[in-house]
């Protein structure tokens, strides 16, 4: 069995771009590394592709995908999480836990590697799925980090939010919450109407530049949500 093919190195070139990331947060470097998280996600795309196209599979490519996928999608963004929780500002009564209130981030990293262990054996998760992707879930961090850093260090936004928007992101991660998967088997309105809904709230949203991002990942799971109440 050969250890290295083409889906592979796709995915070992994941795995790098991962680790660029997180030496790039490590450093306060925001922007470079979610121009790494982005391209680990094409790649991450794409490996799965060749492995379809070529007909290679082998269990050594499903648990290098994970690995590679908890580095770029979980250790990453909880770096960049881990930083920015030492530039927020901190109610009077948190400043004696600021020292260790960083170290939380990497709770974002724990809950990314259940999700995708969680993924690889449930097979309820061929048209869509159980529970925020890794890939969304890292996009949204790094994106908003980059986009409203200001925002984020400002007055208006302390640790506590930070805090518990971040544990919501961990509860999303493995939640029991079937979100829609951007696959058409057909063009018609009746079989797609909540993908064309979302596809036209993403146009609505992309005048906002990098901030749209954030906004179509929440645009992403309120639909999700509203979805599986209705039955729509």
């Known amino acids: 069995m050969k250890l290295l093919n083409f889906p592979n190195a796709l995915t070992c070139c994941n795995l790098i771009c991962g680790c660029m990331a997180t030496g790039a947060a490590f450093h306060a470097r925001f922007e470079w590394a979610l121009l790494m998280i982005v391209a680990g996600a094409v790649f991450d795309f794409f490996d ?5 196209a070529l007909h290679i599979s082998s269990p050594i490519g499903k ?3 994970s690995l590679a996928d908890v580095v770029t999608f979980g250790v990453a963004p909880s770096a960049m999480l881990f930083q920015l929780f030492g530039m927020v500002l901190y109610p009077a009564w948190l400043q004696p836990l600021s020292g260790y209130l960083p170290y939380t981030a990497f709770l974002l990293a724990a809950f990314s590697a259940l999700r995708l262990a969680k993924f690889n054996l449930d097979d309820r998760q061929l048209t869509s799925f159980i529970g925020l992707p ?3 879930n890292a996009l949204f961090w790094a994106s908003l980090i980059v986009a409203e850093r ?5 007055p208006r936004f302390n640790a506590v939010f930070l805090l518990l928007f971040m544990l919501a992101a961990c509860f999303f991660l493995i939640a029991e919450v079937p979100l829609f998967a951007l696959k058409f088997k ?3 309105w009746r079989d797609n109407r909540v993908k064309y809904i979302f596809l036209i709230g993403c146009l609505c949203l992309s005048p906002l530049g990098l901030t749209a991002i954030p906004c179509i990942i929440l645009w992403y799971i309120t639909l999700s949500l509203i979805s599986w109440q209705f039955s729509l």
């Not at 200001?150 to 400002?154: A, D, E, G, N």
């Open 48 to 52: 799965g592709m060749a492995a379809r």
């Open 63 to 65: 648990e290098l995908d």
């Open 134 to 136: 890794t890939p969304a």
């Open 150 to 154: 200001s925002f984020l260090c400002s």
């Open 186 to 188: 057909n063009l018609s």
